[in-house]
Nanobody, 120 residues
Framework: EVQLVESGGGLVQAGGSLRLSCAASGFTFDDYVIGWFRQAPGKEREGVSSISSSNGITYYRDSVKGRFTISSDNAKKTVYLQMNSLKPEDTAVYYC?????????????WGQGTQVTVSS
């Protein structure tokens, strides 16, 4: 069974850093995309970053470019999101999700989420 488990959230001051981890298991496919999403109170869920297992292509939303870095350890099927220079507007529940088709369009599997809180 496909399972995603996030970890690494917490409370930090503005300008601080956190590294989120997403450990995936139960995959029987070679190609998949892992995406990070976040949802802040009163706001819609938005895509933050993603990475493809097949070609390593990454995506970042504009507001996190230069501050966040996504990386993966394909052998461990673990994806990391290094978040630097955190801002209060980064406060949200962060979720990782998997698209096992490799297209990065339909994310069918989701983790439980991890809270990131950035104080001003």
């Amino acid at each position: 069974e496909v399972q995603l488990v996030e970890s690494g959230g917490g409370l930090v001051q503005a300008g601080g850093s956190l590294r989120l981890s997403c450990a995936a298991s139960g995959f029987t496919f070679d190609d998949y995309v892992i995406g990070w999403f976040r949802q802040a109170p009163g706001k819609e869920r938005e895509g933050v970053s993603s990475i493809s297992s097949s070609n390593g292509i990454t995506y970042y939303r504009d507001s996190v470019k230069g501050r966040f870095t996504i990386s993966s350890d394909n052998a461990k099927k673990t994806v990391y999101l290094q978040m630097n220079s955190l801002k209060p507007e980064d406060t949200a529940v962060y979720y990782c999700a998997a698209d096992i088709t490799g297209a990065g369009i339909n994310y069918d599997y989701w983790g439980q989420g991890t809270q990131v809180t950035v104080s001003s």
